[in-house]
């Protein structure tokens, strides 16, 4: 597709289930960035790949959270037993290059994100 | 040393007037900022972005201006419209650095 696809758009789940999340980045985009948005609320960087190798796992909250990326192209943010506090929009981003020594443009294409209520 | 401090954090504005965003940093390092917009229900989108080595970029009404020995740069939109009404991000970021350093936003009304 022409841009960032995530799905679900929206999921509503019941604490302690387990969901996956899912971003489709802009082909031939080698990184890729999931973000977290509470209500309201600004970007929370959740972690960071270039190519299917993640170097920046730091925004993950708890090891509750993980994610995966395959064929250097479809993540999937995976979280475990989820909480209420998790009730936010995840938004995935890609973009052109990122990797260390080449210029970082600073534009991400971001994802209309999916939308998660934990009941 | 990482943050980049963004103010006010809600912001009305009439139609026609001049709305105007600043945001602040510390670090010396970051060249290259850039603004994202935000509409309801969608990701950011970059708006506009300036390189520390002009002081000023315009790009249709919307117009970054930076001062480099403050340590601050900022957005302003010219003749704002119903249609600007969004949340407004800057950012910061390295060449050779993946990372963007995010503001806390700023929402935009417009009243007609």
């Known amino acids: 597709g022409a841009g960032v696809s995530q799905s679900p758009s929206n999921k509503v789940t019941e604490k302690g289930k387990d969901v996956e999340l899912r971003c489709d980045p802009i082909?031939?985009?080698?990184?890729l960035y999931w973000y977290r948005q509470s209500l309201g609320q600004g970007l929370e960087f959740l972690i960071y790949f270039q190519g299917n190798s993640a170097p920046d796992k730091s925004g993950l909250p708890s090891d509750r959270f993980s994610a995966e990326r395959t064929g250097g192209s479809v993540s999937t943010l995976t979280i475990q037993r989820t909480q209420q506090e998790d009730s936010a929009v995840y938004l995935c981003?890609?973009?052109?290059?990122?990797?260390?020594?080449?210029?970082?443009?600073?534009?991400?294409?971001f994802g209309e994100g999916s939308r998660l209520t934990v009941l | 040393q990482q943050q980049v401090k963004q103010s006010p954090q809600s912001l009305i504005v009439q139609k026609g007037g001049i709305s105007i965003i600043n945001c602040a940093y510390e670090?010396?390092?970051?060249?290259?900022f850039p603004w994202y917009q935000q509409f309801p229900g969608k990701g950011p989108a970059l708006l506009i972005a300036?390189?520390?080595d002009v002081s000023e970029k315009k790009e249709g009404r919307f117009t970054i201006s930076f001062n480099k020995s403050a340590k601050q740069f900022s957005l302003h939109i010219m003749d704002s419209q119903p249609g600007d009404s969004a949340t407004y991000f800057c950012a910061a970021s390295m060449d050779s650095n993946y990372q963007l350093i995010w503001g806390a936003g700023t929402k935009l009304i417009i009243k007609p």
């Open positions: 300036i390189r520390p």
């Open positions: 082909s031939g985009h080698t990184a």
């Open positions: 670090n010396t390092a970051f060249d290259y």
């Open positions: 981003a890609s973009s052109l290059v990122g990797s260390r020594g080449l210029p970082f443009t600073g534009e991400l294409f």
